[in-house]
């Protein structure tokens, strides 16, 4: 079956910028929904940010409104994620996430999960 890649992750200094991208690989995925979630070790998965390709557009986690920036195309399923100002709190493995649902809002449950992509931000 289809599976969500994600490429992009990296290092950068406190400030920097990164640029993440997430498609799906290996065939088509029905998903009306995509998002972004990073995990630090010993923590629970956080929501990033989400799109919708029908219905509301996008909804962002406090921690990064107004420094990151999603966005996506929706004939190939493919969704970015810009993150600027970054901050060493940010380090994470970050995931790339599909759900057939429509609610950018409901953090809870997709259907199709990323094997993460590693970032770094240091002093």
């Known amino acids: 079956q289809a599976q969500l890649v994600e490429s992009g992750g990296g290092l950068a200094q406190t400030g920097g910028s990164l640029r993440l991208s997430c498609a799906p690989s290996?065939?088509?995925?029905?998903?009306?929904?995509m998002g972004w979630f990073r995990q630090t070790p010993g923590e629970q998965r956080e929501f990033v940010a989400a799109i919708s390709w029908r219905g509301v557009g996008t909804h962002y986690a406090d921690a990064v409104r107004g420094r990151f920036t999603i966005s996506g195309d929706s004939s190939k399923n493919a969704v970015y994620l810009e993150m600027n100002s970054l901050k060493p709190g940010d380090t994470a493995v970050y995931y790339c996430?599909?759900?057939?649902?429509?609610?950018?809002?409901?953090?809870?449950?997709?259907?199709?999960w990323g094997q993460g992509t590693q970032v770094i931000v240091s002093s």
């Open positions: 996430a599909g759900k057939r649902g429509y609610s950018v809002a409901d953090y809870g449950i997709y259907d199709y």
């Open positions: 290996g065939g088509t995925l029905y998903i009306n929904t």
